[in-house]
């Protein structure tokens, strides 16, 4: 194999969940630009039909809602109905109510554990299933550095990207018998709609810049090369783990800079 091909997605096909917008769609048109046929879905099925235009190529687009059983089924049912394989998927949503424990609301904790919990999982299961039965697939699922560290008003959410990193690790251990890799991306702070009420306030923002190493926050185009490495051939040895791409954020241990140093 050559170090061209091993990043080729040319025969591949792929479904890449939140399409429609931020990352999602970043990678839809990057899969497309390696020779993937991408359906791009989301729950905003003008959206993903945008993207899917925009990207060109064997791109095609669909709806989905990870949180019912029977849309995720659906829609990788369709799929491989039409395709006679399914080979990559790739889910990108999440929510986040970012306030402290004592203010969190039953209502506002059902539904971060409804989408980014049971979301994935859906998702998860329903690829597996597909995956196992014809003994190939890679799946990515979106963790973030909030699996590893936390602030306050985050608790809930970082709990569930710790979750969603186990669920994606035990996934790893089940589906690899039969060939199937499972992982997951790590991101940083990325400028995506999820973060433009961050966006919004200049001092939160530039506080966020500066714990990075590389002390800037992240485009969603930077995500497109972790995404694809780990669904490629190029990481047929890589299951069960997950590539931080935080730009430096979770090496650095704290701000204070000694004397002379």
């Avoid at 497109?224 to 047929?236: E, H, I, N, R």
Wanted: proline share 4%; aromatic share 6%; with cysteine.
């Amino acid at each position: 194999m050559s170090n061209n091909s091993m990043f080729d997605l040319t025969g591949k096909v792929a479904a890449i969940i939140g399409g429609g917008s931020g990352i999602g769609r970043a990678v839809t048109i990057g899969a497309v630009g390696m020779g993937a046929t991408v359906i791009c879905l989301d729950v905003a099925r003008d959206a993903a039909a945008a993207v899917a235009e925009h990207a060109g190529g064997a791109t095609e687009s669909g709806s989905i809602d990870i949180t019912n059983v029977a849309s995720v089924d659906q829609a990788f049912t369709e799929i491989t109905a039409k395709h006679g394989h399914l080979d990559i998927v790739i889910c990108t949503p999440s929510i986040n109510v970012r306030k402290k424990i004592l203010d969190y609301e039953d209502d506002d904790l059902a539904r971060v554990l409804e989408v980014n919990i049971k979301g994935n999982f859906n998702v998860l299961r329903a690829a597996g299933r597909i995956m196992v039965a014809q003994r190939r697939g890679s799946i990515v699922l979106f963790s973030s550095i909030r699996s590893l560290v936390v602030e306050p008003g985050q608790s809930v959410y970082s709990a569930t990207k710790a979750g969603i990193l186990q669920l994606a690790r035990g996934a790893a251990c089940e589906f690899g018998p039969y060939g199937v890799r499972v992982n997951c991306v790590g991101p940083g702070v990325v400028e995506t709609p999820l973060t433009a009420p961050i966006k919004a306030n200049a001092a939160w923002y530039d506080a966020y810049a500066a714990k990075s190493a590389l002390g800037r926050w992240a485009q969603p185009d930077e995500m497109v090369g972790p995404t694809l490495f780990l669904a490629s051939d190029a990481a047929s040895y890589v299951s069960g783990t997950i590539l931080y791409a935080d730009g430096g954020w979770l090496a650095q241990d704290g701000r204070f800079t000694p004397p002379g140093m």
